[in-house]
């Protein structure tokens, strides 16, 4: 099944990343081609203030830009925030929702998050909607409970392949080097397959999910190699062009 699904490889900049950045940027546009071997989809996700120059920066070649972050409604009054028609407008394709460092620092709720990935929809771009259990979670044995849930509140009845990609994040497993075991990757992508086919139908099929959490180089190949693990969401490692590049060598076959 997974065989048919192109990979995606997408960076997560988080809240990094200025004008003297564009330089590592362009490297790695100009490398993911030739690095992926044509076989995988790239995309960098920067800071909303970078996304416009990001855009210019990889213009011609085969990454493509995204926002970290939107808000559920097209305009208004929401001093601080933008709106997936903003981040469209400045030339991105995807959005990432409910991060769970935006679930964590802003108290994002699933409901919250399929409003976000309704408004990513409208704004006529792919969202990137991330789940993921703690570690308290984990330890508890809960990992597929909390991952059933998070699918059934915050993906939309109407998510499918063309406009939605779903992350897996363990939250122990971000930005602290520490990855599950294949098997448990590979129990968790699984359980998110089955539950997005219950819940949408063929279109449940395709849609992609991605593993994050401390991908690096090193570790690609094990964790990319695992049934449905449809590519990779990297935040630390994106931040780099030899980093990032190294991690898509795993598609290059
Ligand atoms: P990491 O972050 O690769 O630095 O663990 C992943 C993410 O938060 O998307």
């Not at 790239?42 to 996304?51: D, K, M, Q, R, Y």
């Not at 994002?108 to 771009?125: H, I, N, P, S, Y």
């Not at 509140?153 to 599950?180: C, F, K, M, Q, R």
Request: hydrophobic share 40%.
């Amino acid at each position: 099944m997974t065989a048919s699904i192109r990979p995606l490889v997408a960076g997560n900049w988080k809240m990094n990343g200025l004008s003297s950045d564009l330089a590592e940027l362009k490297e790695m546009a100009a490398g993911f081609e030739d690095a992926s071997g044509g076989a995988a989809d790239g995309l960098i996700c920067t800071p909303a203030t970078l996304i416009e120059r990001a855009v210019r920066a990889v213009d011609g070649t085969a990454l493509a830009i995204g926002g970290e972050d939107c808000h559920a409604n097209e305009t208004g009054a929401h001093t601080g925030d933008v709106s997936a028609e903003m981040i469209a407008d400045c030339g991105a394709s995807h959005v990432i929702v409910g991060h769970s460092e935006r679930r964590t620092d802003h108290a994002e709720t699933d409901e919250m998050v399929a409003e976000k990935a309704k408004a990513v929809w409208r704004g006529g771009l792919v969202a990137i909607i991330c789940i993921g259990e703690t570690e308290a979670q984990r330890k508890a044995n809960e990992t597929l409970d909390v991952l059933a849930q998070q699918i059934a509140g915050s993906v939309p009845d109407s998510a499918n392949a063309e406009n939605s990609v779903v992350a897996y994040e363990p939250v122990w497993a971000i930005g602290t080097g520490l990855t599950p075991t294949a098997n448990d990757v590979a129990e968790a992508h699984a359980h998110i397959r089955e539950r997005l086919i219950e819940r949408l139908g063929d279109n449940g099929k395709t849609v992609r999910i991605l593993y994050g959490g401390s991908v690096k180089p090193s570790n690609a190949d094990e964790l990319m190699a695992v049934e449905n693990v449809n590519g990779a969401l990297i935040g630390g490692a994106s931040l780099k062009a030899a980093d990032f590049l190294g991690i898509a060598k795993t598609y290059r076959g």
